[in-house]
């Protein structure tokens, strides 16, 4: 099976053509994500015809696409975003892919592609109770019950669990709350953690044009107090993140993937002696790594378009 995946992420629209279960090629252009999604079509459609390359479209059978908010997948349309491609709730999707491909298009939120993916192709391979915990721009989650990712009538059930309320004393998030994960700990939260933190001005972070989680590492590996002190934050968020899913969807396996997973030594960070914490009722709950952390989400979009309806 040849299938055309395209994630549109917060940061990144990440593009692959794959094939029986592995990426053929791939490529990625700028999201501009809060300028709507209309915009960055005419370059989408030019990014996929130049990866899938001499051949074309030929033996493509179907068009994937991820989005970072809620979707309903049988009227293939998202139905929740916030700051993210927010005029697509308008747009028909499916009839886009038709005009532009040529092919028939599947639909799913995010964090869910990314847990399928890694059910089937990934490190939850032989799992069939998991749970997703995704660090990206945002923070997204996913639950599989008996290898079936929820579902549930507004689509939201495992999927909102970055908006648990971890602090009810914390900073607004970009949902109507405050104090979520994702507020406390995220891609785009980082700035503000960053900035807010006691020690910025004598830190190396204030010399920094961009403050993403690359410069972070850097900064942490050199002992700087500030950065020292932000990612020990964010660790404890996201294991409390970790833990709120184990106890509220008994999962086997909590899968942590997405692009703050390559920082260095984050994964022994989020894993150790997280056991100690878990209700003893729960049993062993393994903590994986996605093998590919920034492509989940294809993998996911890949199984998908072979299993429309899962």
Known sequence: MKTIGIDFGGTAI?????EDGRIVNQTSIPAF????LKARLADTKQAVLKIAGDQGLKGVSCVGISMPGIVDPVRKRPVGLIGKYEDSLEMDLESWCREAFGLPMVMEMDS?????????YGCARGFQDAAMLILGTGVGTAVAYQGTVLKSRHYTAGALSSHIIIDINGPDCICSNRGCLESMASGWALERLVKQDPGYEKSGLSGEETLDFR???????RQDPAAVRVVRHCVKAWRTGILNLIHAYDPEAVVLSGGIMNFEGLYEMLSEGIQDDIWGCCGSV???????PENSVLYGLHYLCGHPGV
């Open 112 to 120: 869910k592609l990314a847990l399928l993916g890694e059910l089937h």
């Open 33 to 36: 994500a809060r300028n709507g």
């Open 215 to 221: 410069v972070l590492q850097k900064w942490y590996e």
């Open 286 to 292: 393994e903590i994986r790594k996605a093998k590919d």
């Open 14 to 18: 990440k593009l692959a053509v794959m």
